[in-house]
């Protein structure tokens, strides 16, 4: 059981340059959410997916699509990189109990876009 | 959702109770407050959440005032692996969306 799993871990990009962060969970959550964290600040919600085949924007969606292929995996993808979207960025999953939406979060990809 | 504050940091001894204070003044009767930290670079981690009553689980304790306009998270017996940053966060389930804040920088100090 490897909770929420992010490739790459690291990356760095060019201005302009594509690519997608992948995320995936093994738990069977309902629920899964894609974040950036900027340094010394906290998480911010670019896009969640409150169910397979539903996305949904967050707090800083702009520049960023995403993908519920399936129940377990969530991909991010950069159109069109820019140094902006220097950040960490975080995956993570939920179930719904009771009300309780507890979140699981992966280790991060590190981007750098230069 | 209602917005929290918390102080930007905090010291405590090793072996001490750590006591993390959160304002949540505008929150409204169906909103959770969820506690999560996050170590170092890691993703964050929940801790413990609730409504009206106070929580206890392995972890830590919650106790959240008779109005809920405010919360306390409480480590009862702070280690060094405890230094973290602490979110406090103000939940409605049926939006969900979690909005994190600047949080607390707990150090742990021998």
């Known amino acids: 059981n490897a909770g929420v799993t992010q490739t790459p871990k690291f990356q760095v990009l060019k201005t302009g340059q594509s690519m997608t962060l992948q995320c995936a969970q093994d738990m069977n959550h309902n629920s899964m959410y894609w974040y950036r964290q900027d340094p010394g600040m906290g998480l911010r919600l670019i896009y969640y997916?409150?169910?397979?085949?539903?996305?949904d924007k967050g707090e800083v969606p702009n520049g960023y699509n995403v993908s519920r292929l399936n129940k377990r995996e969530f991909s991010l993808r950069l159109e069109s990189a820019a140094p902006s979207q220097t950040s960490v960025y975080f995956c993570?999953?939920?179930?719904?109990?009771?009300?309780?939406?507890?979140?699981?979060f992966g280790p991060g990809t590190r981007l750098t876009v230069t | 959702d209602a917005k929290t504050t918390q102080p930007t940091s905090m010291d405590c001894a090793e072996g001490r109770a750590a006591n993390l204070p959160c304002n949540h003044s505008?929150?409204?009767?169906?909103?959770?407050v969820y506690w999560y930290r996050q170590i170092h670079s890691q993703g964050p981690q929940y801790i413990i959440h609730?409504?009206?009553n106070n929580e206890t689980n392995e972890m830590a304790s919650l106790i959240i005032t008779e109005d809920r306009k405010s919360s306390t998270l409480i480590l009862p017996h702070a280690t060094l692996r405890d230094t973290a940053v602490y979110y406090c966060?103000?939940?409605?389930?049926?939006?969900?969306?979690?909005?994190f804040g600047s949080g607390t920088k707990l150090n742990v100090k021998p």
């Open positions: 997916s409150a169910s397979e085949g539903t996305t």
């Open positions: 609730g409504l009206k």
């Open positions: 966060i103000a939940y409605l389930y049926n939006f969900n969306k979690f909005y």
């Open positions: 505008t929150i409204s009767g169906n909103e959770y």
């Open positions: 993570a999953s939920s179930a719904v109990s009771g009300g309780s939406y507890e979140q699981y």
